[in-house]
């Protein structure tokens, strides 16, 4: 069964620092392309950056320069640490996994954690 278990999320004020983690488990992490989405209120859900297998990662304009992902294949973990944070960068953050078995493509999402960036 695979899980993926979001942390770290909570409430920051601008200018300020947040790391967000995901414990994966159920499919072969290290095989897997990992990334970090966040859905604000009224919005459609957005890609924040991705890792992939190879550890070559990306990201979205708002968020470059400030954002990192990085992943630990012995610990099943994906991060994502965030700084300079501003109030636009408010949302839900969901983990989200993709990776092939067997010619299938499989893509799973964790239950998100809230990041709010307010004074």
């Known amino acids: 069964q695979v899980q993926l278990v979001e942390s770290g999320g909570g409430l920051v004020q601008p200018g300020g620092s947040l790391s967000l983690s995901c414990a994966a488990s159920?499919?072969?992490?290290?095989?897997?392309?990992m990334n970090w989405y966040r859905q604000a209120p009224g919005k459609e859900r957005e890609l924040v950056a991705g890792?992939?297998?190879?550890?070559?990662?990306n990201y979205a304009d708002s968020v470059k320069g400030r954002f990192t992902i990085s992943r630990d294949n012995a610990k099943n973990m994906v991060s994502l640490q965030m700084n300079g944070l501003k109030s636009e960068d408010t949302a839900v953050y969901y983990c989200?996994?993709?990776?092939?078995?067997?010619?299938?493509?499989?893509?799973?999402w964790g239950q998100g954690t809230q990041v709010t960036v307010s004074a």
């Open positions: 890792i992939l297998s190879n550890g070559r990662s």
């Open positions: 159920g499919f072969t992490f290290s095989t897997a392309a």
């Open positions: 989200n996994a993709r990776y092939s078995a067997y010619l299938r493509p499989y893509n799973y």
